[in-house]
């Protein structure tokens, strides 16, 4: 079944863990209770997150800190439902523009590319394919579709790794 603790789905899980096994430094900015990541975030104050900001602000503020990481995880809300869902359980006021998963989606990763190392791995999770792709500096390097049954949607498990050649292709 899907489940909103996505790493608790166990073939997404072990997909996470082989990629965390092989990473020094890694960050989840979604992370709600998976304390798996060195640094972990999320929006929600009542989840065990070591941090509870916005995700941009939060990687932003790791980077000014200078934090470098080899593995980075993206696990957002993967609609525009979830978005206002998250926010309002938080008591964040809800317009179109905050529920609008693409420019979630968009700033979080504009902000993942400071704390990337040359060769860090993204690992993203929803129902696209879209990623941090070539515009951000990286090639996709594995894709696992994960079946829940019945009518509901597949979990897209995407890992890109960066790549020196097409690093500044955002900028
Ligand atoms: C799909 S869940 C993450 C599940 C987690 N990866 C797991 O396996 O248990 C998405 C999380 O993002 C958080 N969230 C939503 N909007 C956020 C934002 N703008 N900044 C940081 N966290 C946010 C929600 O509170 C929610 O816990």
Known sequence: MPSGDTFSVPPIGDFVRRYLAAAKVSIDPFARNKAWATH?????PET????HMDAEKFLLHLAAQGVKADLIIFDPPYSPRQISECYKAVGLEVGMK??????????VRDAIVPVATEDAIVLSFGWN???MGKRHGFEQIEIMLCCHGAA???TICLAERRLPELQGALL
């Open 40 to 44: 972990t975030n999320d929006l929600n």
């Open 48 to 51: 065990t997150a070591q941090h």
């Open 98 to 107: 905050e529920t609008q998963s693409a420019l979630l989606y968009q700033r």
């Open 129 to 131: 394919t879209v990623g």
């Open 152 to 154: 509901h949607n597949d």
